[in-house]
């Protein structure tokens, strides 16, 4: 089946700086990513599309400053946290369609 | 998108058939039924979809009523890494650039 990697799995930083996350489509090529946001013991919550060559489309209630994606190739999606502050800890998700959308292993972010 | 009702949690005896029902009556013609599944701190997994016909595939079966209002997803001998939560998700039509709004799922345990 399809493969889709994040890279890291795992990062803590400090407050206010800024964290960068990639998502990977490894054998297949993606025009579109999408980027989710998991929350612990809640369900997963679609944040935006990644469209490759053109701007994201965000859900409503997320801000594009301050989580920015890029989709630059047809394999790589990354999505920018900016200014992270505690509450933007969470489990970051993303997936790639091909013919289904197959998910990432996720990433822990975890702001201090 | 159609919304579906799922239970919050089930148990299942190790090797016997789990049986993880889905309610979806306001569903449309053109919308697909999907099932994912998550295990602990992992991305989500595609396991099958249909549109009206029962699907079968390596991991499971997908059992669609007659009017579409419901599906059930079978895995026929459930075993403890089958333990998760399952994702039943309606959608528009397979193959587009459609986008996977999740609900709270059905925690299934696996018990020995």
């Known amino acids: 089946g399809a493969v889709v990697s994040q890279h890291p799995s795992r990062v803590i930083c400090k407050s206010g700086t800024s964290v960068k996350i990639e998502c990977r489509s490894l054998?297949?090529?993606?025009?579109?990513m999408f980027w989710y946001r998991q929350f612990p013991k809640q369900s997963l919550m679609l944040m935006a599309t990644?469209?490759?060559?053109?701007?994201?489309?965000?859900e409503q209630g997320v801000e594009k400053d301050k989580f920015l994606i890029n989709h630059a190739s047809l394999t790589l999606s990354t999505l920018t946290v900016t200014s992270a502050h505690p509450e933007d800890s969470s489990f970051y998700i993303c997936?790639?369609?091909?013919?289904?959308?197959?998910f990432g292993p996720g990433t822990r972010l975890t702001v201090t | 998108d159609a919304k579906t009702t799922q239970p919050p949690s089930m148990d299942c005896a190790e090797g016997r058939a789990a049986n993880l029902p889905c309610n979806h009556s306001?569903?449309?013609?053109?919308?697909?039924v999907y099932w994912y599944r998550q295990i602990h701190s992992q991305g989500p997994q595609y396991i099958i979809h249909?549109?009206?016909n029962n699907e079968t595939n390596e991991m499971a079966s997908l059992i669609i009523t007659e009017d579409r209002k419901s599906s059930t997803l079978i895995l026929p001998h459930a075993t403890l890494r089958d333990t998760a939560v399952y994702y039943c998700?309606?959608?528009?039509?397979?193959?587009?650039?459609?986008?996977?709004?999740f609900g709270q799922g059905t925690t299934l345990q696996v018990k020995p």
């Open positions: 998700i309606v959608r528009v039509a397979a193959g587009n650039t459609g986008k996977l709004i």
């Open positions: 997936s790639a369609k091909v013919s289904e959308q197959y």
């Open positions: 990644s469209n490759e060559g053109s701007k994201a489309t965000y």
């Open positions: 054998d297949f090529q993606a025009t579109t």
């Open positions: 306001t569903i449309s013609g053109n919308e697909y």
């Open positions: 249909g549109l009206k």
